[in-house]
């Protein structure tokens, strides 16, 4: 079965600074899908950076960034530029591909953007 | 460009009654997944379809039914509710076109059980 793990319950970050929020998982699976999703006070749940494991290039999605890591299992978020609007839960989760598969998430980090 | 639509997006209801949640994926999306989040928790899986039939099932009490009808559309039904029943109740939606590789998230049913 897999798992997704996140060690940080909460972070801050000064607002245009940059931070790093951790994420690690396991599974026996060698193709799978990565994914950070942000959900705000609103509680909806946005897609923020996708990433597939057989890419070994790190995606990026404008101040978002990942480090893959797929040895070390291993999937960090950056944001750059820290904006007040980034201040919301962050969720960390895997999907095998195809079909059948559900999302598994990790416990998520809730970040706050100080001004 | 449509997204996910889930109704109603707030519900309270007492124990004991039954609840009915609705989803409308993304057209030309044909597969629907329902995940619960309570309070302060992530997301866990309850169950999913695939062309109106069941194709996955998680965590997913036996009070609690679904299916998915002839426009692919979704209904979570929800019968004795219990206090701790209380959570926000996602649906996604994936489609061929995307290899079922990535989830639309809904804005979720906040249900609240008094």
């Known amino acids: 079965a897999q798992t997704v793990t996140q060690s940080q319950p909460e972070m801050s970050v000064q607002e245009a600074e940059t931070v790093t929020l951790s994420c690690t998982y396991d599974?026996?699976?060698?193709?799978?899908?990565l994914f950070w999703y942000k959900q705000p006070p609103s509680r909806q749940m946005i897609l923020v950076i996708r990433?597939?494991?057989?890419?070994?290039q790190n995606a990026t999605e404008n101040r978002f960034s990942v480090n893959f890591q797929k040895a070390a299992k291993s999937f960090s978020l950056k944001i750059s530029d820290s904006q007040l609007g980034d201040t919301a839960m962050y969720f960390c989760?895997?999907?095998?591909?195809?079909?059948?598969?559900?999302?598994?998430f990790g416990p998520g980090t809730s970040l706050s953007v100080i001004p | 460009a449509a997204g996910v639509i889930q109704s109603p997006r707030h519900l309270i209801k007492e124990k004991r009654e039954t609840a009915t949640l609705k989803c409308y994926p993304i057209?030309?999306?044909?597969?629907v997944y329902w995940y619960q989040q309570g309070p302060g928790q992530d997301p866990q899986f309850l169950i999913s379809?695939?062309?109106?039939?069941?194709?996955d099932k998680g965590s997913i009490p036996d009070r609690f039914s679904a299916q998915q009808f002839s426009d692919y559309h979704s209904e979570l039904n929800m019968s004795s509710l219990e206090l701790g029943d209380s959570a926000l109740y996602f649906c996604?939606?994936?489609?061929?076109?995307?290899?079922?590789?990535?989830?639309?998230f809904g804005p979720g049913t906040r249900l609240t059980v008094l």
């Open positions: 057209p030309r999306h044909d597969t």
């Open positions: 599974t026996s699976e060698n193709n799978y899908y």
């Open positions: 989760a895997f999907m095998k591909p195809g079909l059948d598969d559900k999302v598994i």
């Open positions: 990433q597939e494991a057989y890419k070994q």
């Open positions: 996604a939606s994936s489609s061929p076109q995307r290899g079922y590789n990535e989830q639309f």
């Open positions: 379809f695939y062309e109106k039939m069941q194709s």
